[in-house]
């Protein structure tokens, strides 16, 4: 019988953001037939320089010399163990080696991740209307509706934060209007610079991170966005802004804070189109597939992304009772997770998913010939 990892370690570890192998969990072990999974994982760490040539040629990966090749070695091996933990902390998931698998933790969270929380500023945003509830479809996703744009890549940029503002709008854009338009994160990440006055450092800042509702709050005083063939995406911050206000093909009329309730969010998620969330993102590094479902995870938002839909028919570990999931669309390209999505349980506010979810409304523009 495999030891009980004490609950002291579990909660320094997440405390910190990042994780170091551990004892094997029997709760996790009994609960889910791990084996296969946990056994890959063992095995990936025997032949880890086989498999880190492989990943070296899958991901086009190339490094400046001996000395870098060494250490990203060193931290693929440490990320194949932590994989390894993660695989036993979230068994109805799969976790493995992907693109990021030579990232130690603190280089993934500065490169991909980029939510600066501005608690203020989120309090000053209204609520959402309360909605009813009672005739939810047991499952509902807006790409089947043609509300949703392909998955896109942010690049090791910090600026998921408007990948998920921009997303929201496609969708309450091609609400209003019939048409889905991919607009452009690179204006907010140009041009966006909002703060709340009494939390300087909770501004929208480029590839160093922002906040949706900040976002929107810009979009509604600037006039909204371009269309992201009018002003492409860079994954820099250094061009300075080039917003045409001639060129908006979608602005807000309206946005709002919903209630930390999965019903309501459901309820929104129908009514208004795809919402922008924040989500703790340290099961995403290593995650292939599945539904994520972690025992313990810090519910401090450090990446934005975008609930389309929800399912009714994810498995999930026992506590959980088959408890359905939301649908995410991430921003780290379509060679990542399941072609570019992430499925996380519904309900429990795993990692935060349900505690800073916004969703917006648009202006109609007629389109331009």
Known sequence: MARLLPLF??????????????????LIRQVVDAASSVGALDDLILNADAHFTSFLRTFGKNYSGSDEHAHRFKVFKANLRRARMFQKLDPSAVHGIT???????????????????????LSAVHDAPILPTSNLPSDFDWRDHGAVTGVKDQGSCGSCWSFSAAAALEGANFL???NLISLS???????????DDSEPDACDSGCSGGLMTTAFEYLLKSGGLEAENEYPYTGTDRGGCKFDKTKVAASVSNFSVV????????ANLVKHGPLAVAINAIFMQTYIGGVSCPYICSKHQDHGVLVVG???AGYAPIRFKEKPYWIIKNSWGENWGE??????????NICGVESVVSTVTATEIALRS
Request: hydrophobic share 35%; proline share 1%; glycine share 10%.
């Open 9 to 26: 370690l579990f909660l320094s570890i997440f405390a910190a953001g990042s994780v170091a192998a551990a004892g094997e969990d029997s």
């Open 99 to 121: 693109k990021f698998s030579d990232l130690t933790p603190a280089e993934f969270r500065r490169k991909y991740l980029g939510i600066r929380q501005n608690r203020r500023s």
């Open 310 to 312: 929800y399912g009714s």
């Open 176 to 178: 209003a209007t019939g």
């Open 339 to 348: 072609q570019g999505y992430y499925k996380i349980c519904k309900g429990h």
């Open 185 to 195: 994160e690179q204006q907010m990440v140009d041009c966006d610079h909002m703060c």
């Open 259 to 266: 209630s930390i309730d999965e019903d309501q969010i459901a």
